[in-house]
């Protein structure tokens, strides 16, 4: 590369990600192929429209790359493609919500979709995004003792608001859903049901969460999270819903697509597809829960006693330390996780009660049992006031031994 601040930058960041004990829920570390792809002369292209329905000319083995990406998309959840189809194009996880809510939800009709507050997402209908201000967000949360979803109450609600759509989905949840009551929940009041499996979606091609398919008539996921893709997003719909939805991708709300990002998604679901990345899936809650225990022997509060997943969060205000400065603490020791609010959070969500802790990018770099006892060890010291100076050469020294893919 010859520009050199750029160049340099990079590398700066490179050995930033390296030298970090990474537990920010929502990312990973890709492989080289990924990032191959996304770094190829497929960024040149231009391929507005569908594959065998162009604008533009010489898009022949952008054909090629765009149906191989939904075929392995299909292949990997177990779909037929006489009952789903797949749309590749979606920039990322937001702009797919919005393209399917687009197709499907008359402006100014209601979408139910779990509280930001309570582990949601902002395109769940969350009043601040575009999704809040062209639909009313009819929220659900959790249960307040158990902090896990309550579906006796989900149901009241959606038969008293009568949603068009109902959201199960979540960036801060670290539960099994249970999709069948959902889709009875949908049953009963007449409302399409989508799933946003963006966090888990890794865990069920990997056989470790269970999948929404069976039950949902919507599903995306965005693939840069446990999927271990490039930064991206994927709609998988059920043929009804199939061409509104197409249309609203494009050419409702997109130009065109980023056919570099596409092989790149392609590269990263047959990696997803390989009995490694299964094991690496069971790994990766493997790791969370002992983290998760850890912390809990070592007297953090893990929101809901524990986790099914790849996440957790961990009430820190209850040891009496805000979320926001929590963060900091750790960042300076060279621990990287994200602020976050808690159910029922009585702070505010620029500094709320707890710290999201997620193991999917440690797990890529090998880390497993013995790590995340390491590691608990240096949260809570952080957190009871040890020098973070001390703690990151311990960090440092720890994450060297582990180098990015
Ligand atoms: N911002 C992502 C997360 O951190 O969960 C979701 O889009």
Redo the contacts with the bound molecule.
């Keep these: 590369m010859k520009d050199s601040a750029i160049k340099k930058l990079i590398a700066a960041e490179e050995k930033r990600q390296t030298g970090v004990i990474n537990l ?3 990312e990973n570390y890709v492989s080289r192929g990924v990032r191959e792809a996304l770094g190829s002369v497929l960024t040149n292209k231009y391929a507005e429209g569908y594959p065998g329905a162009r604008y533009y000319g010489g898009n022949e083995i952008v054909d090629e790359i765009e149906r191989l990406a939904q075929a392995r998309a299909l292949k990997l959840f177990g779909l037929s493609d006489s009952a789903w189809d797949v749309n590749v194009q979606p920039y990322s ?2 702009p797919a919500n919005f393209a399917i809510y687009t197709a499907l939800v008359p402006l100014g009709a209601k979408i139910m979709g779990l509280d930001l507050s309570m582990g949601g ?3 769940h209908g969350y009043k601040v995004s575009a999704t809040g201000k062209f639909w009313k967000q009819v929220p659900y949360g959790v249960d307040k003792k158990t902090e896990r979803l309550d579906y006796n109450e989900i149901l009241r609600i959606a038969k008293r608001e009568k949603p068009k759509m109902i959201v199960a989905g979540f ?2 949840y670290s539960r099994i859903i249970d999709f069948k009551k959902f889709r009875k929940i949908a049953d009963a009041v007449g409302a399409i049901l989508l799933v946003d499996m ?2 888990f979606a890794g865990l069920v091609a990997g056989r470790v969460y269970p999948s929404p398919f069976p039950y949902a008539d919507i599903v995306m996921t ?1 693939t840069h ?1 446990t999927l271990r893709g490039p930064r991206a997003a994927i709609i998988f719909s059920r043929e009804k819903y199939a061409r509104a939805i197409d249309r609203a991708v494009f050419p409702g709300l997109q130009g065109g697509p980023h056919v570099n990002q596409i092989a790149s998604v392609a590269v990263a679901l047959a990696e997803a597809a390989t009995p490694a990345f299964r094991a690496y899936t069971k790994q990766i809650v493997k790791n969370a829960q002992i983290l998760a225990g850890e912390l809990s022997r070592l007297n953090w509060r893990v929101v809901s006693g524990g986790t099914d997943t790849h996440l957790f969060l961990v009430d820190t205000f209850a040891n009496g330390i805000g979320g926001k400065r929590a963060s900091e603490m750790l960042e300076k020791a060279g621990i990287i996780v ?1 602020k976050n609010t808690i159910p029922f959070d009585t702070r505010s969500p620029v500094d709320p009660s707890g710290i ?1 802790v997620g193991t999917a990018a440690l797990t890529t770099r090998g880390m497993r049992e013995r790590e995340m006892k390491i590691i608990a060890g240096f949260i809570n010291e952080t957190l009871r006031g040890a020098s973070p100076i001390k703690i990151r050469k311990n960090v440092l020294a720890l994450a060297r031994k582990f180098p990015l893919p």
């Design positions: 920010i829920a929502s996880g937001t997402h902002l395109s960036t801060a963006s966090h965005t999270k994200n999201r």
